[in-house]
């Protein structure tokens, strides 16, 4: 990912604009969910900037949660490529000033298309500009449509800016394709969408200590339920109080020792502190196998030298893949 002369530090987070904009009132904003943050998202993001920059205004977006799909279809499981809080760190990265998160509720997901812009954007939020994907919608029923937002800007005297479709070698970058790529354990697919290595942020947790009977301990992290990832064996590399580190980790629910419960289980090379209850981000760098049932230990244990060969040749011809440093994760401040 590159991260352009900005201090994320200095990134502000207003949540429901409705209430207070404070230093983002006057901004050009871009609006959408922004789950992941990839290369398409960052197209529209890019060009808030842009328009911003040349107005002499901040540049922000504006984001929900939770996401609308999860509202409006609370039964089915929606497999987020980012969590809300890495959502903002990633954000805080590209240069923004600051996010505008609104909590999509019944109130919200009722307001009309004329109400949101009447009320959200020119009353709150006092835009200067909006910027949108080609084929963004918001309001009651979906019905605020990119052409619909140009008509309001000229009505309302703020510039609104449609962004094309984001192609790549012939696939247009989204969300879907994305997440269809993790599906099939092809992370550097899923990479080379988004920008940077996908990665996950989650707590220590114990475990039943069996890889460190191994020979293999591990730092075992709970993943959303809802997560996509396929099952199997990937080389890693993890950011642990701020500092990087490489490995191999194991997603699913471990053959051999099926306990029930999908588990991300991580052996980091030449590692041995105790960071039990430490959060901690991995990078999913490359796919190495599915996971496979053995017919003895000595088996497994073959197997898990010769995955830790394949992920180590793997890293080193990855130098860049590196998930973002773990002190930005809480660099933003309030606006209000």
Not at 36 to 53: D, E, F, L, P, S
Not at 176 to 196: H, K, M, N, T
Not at 227 to 244: Q, W
Not at 324 to 333: A, F
Request: hydrophobic share 45%; proline share 5%; net charge neutral.
């Amino acid at each position: 990912m590159t991260v352009q002369d900005h201090d994320p530090q200095q990134f502000i987070l207003v949540r429901d604009a409705v209430a207070d904009p404070g230093a983002l009132r006057g901004t050009v904003i871009a609006l959408g969910n922004f789950d992941g943050v990839h290369r398409g998202h960052r197209a529209v993001i890019g060009t808030a900037i842009t328009r911003a920059r040349a107005l002499g205004a901040p540049a922000a977006v504006m984001t929900f949660e939770p996401h609308p799909r999860a509202y409006f279809k609370p039964d089915e499981p929606l497999f987020r490529l980012t969590d809300d809080a890495n959502k903002l760190r990633l954000l805080a990265m590209t240069g923004l000033d600051g996010t505008v998160v609104m909590t999509f509720d019944a109130d919200l997901a009722a307001m009309t298309a004329t109400d949101f812009v009447r009320r959200v954007l020119v009353g709150a939020l006092q835009v200067r500009g909006v910027v949108v994907g080609f084929n963004f919608h918001f309001g009651h029923n979906r019905a605020g449509t990119p052409e619909f937002l140009r008509a309001q800007g000229k009505a309302h005297g703020f510039s609104v800016d449609i962004v094309p479709a984001h192609v790549d070698n012939g696939q247009v970058v989204s969300s879907g394709p994305i997440r269809a790529a993790l599906a099939e354990g092809d992370v550097s697919a899923a990479a080379a969408l988004l920008g940077y290595p996908w990665f996950v942020t989650g707590d220590v947790v114990q475990g039943d200590r069996r890889g460190r009977d191994l020979g293999f301990p591990t730092a075992n992290l709970r993943l959303d339920p809802a997560c996509g990832l396929r099952h199997g064996i990937y080389a890693v590399r993890a950011t642990v109080g701020g500092k990087r580190h490489d490995g191999v980790a194991s997603f699913g629910r471990r053959p051999m020792f099926d306990t029930g419960a999908v588990l991300l289980e991580v052996f980091l090379f030449d590692f041995s502190a105790d960071i039990y209850g430490q959060a901690i981000d991995v990078a999913f760098v490359a796919w190495i196998r599915p996971e496979m049932h053995f017919d003895t230990i000595e088996d497994l244990v073959r197997r898990m030298q010769e995955d830790t060969r394949i992920a180590l040749a793997m890293l080193a011809r990855a130098p860049a893949a590196v998930p973002p440093v773990e002190g930005q994760r809480d660099n933003r401040r309030d606006g209000h």
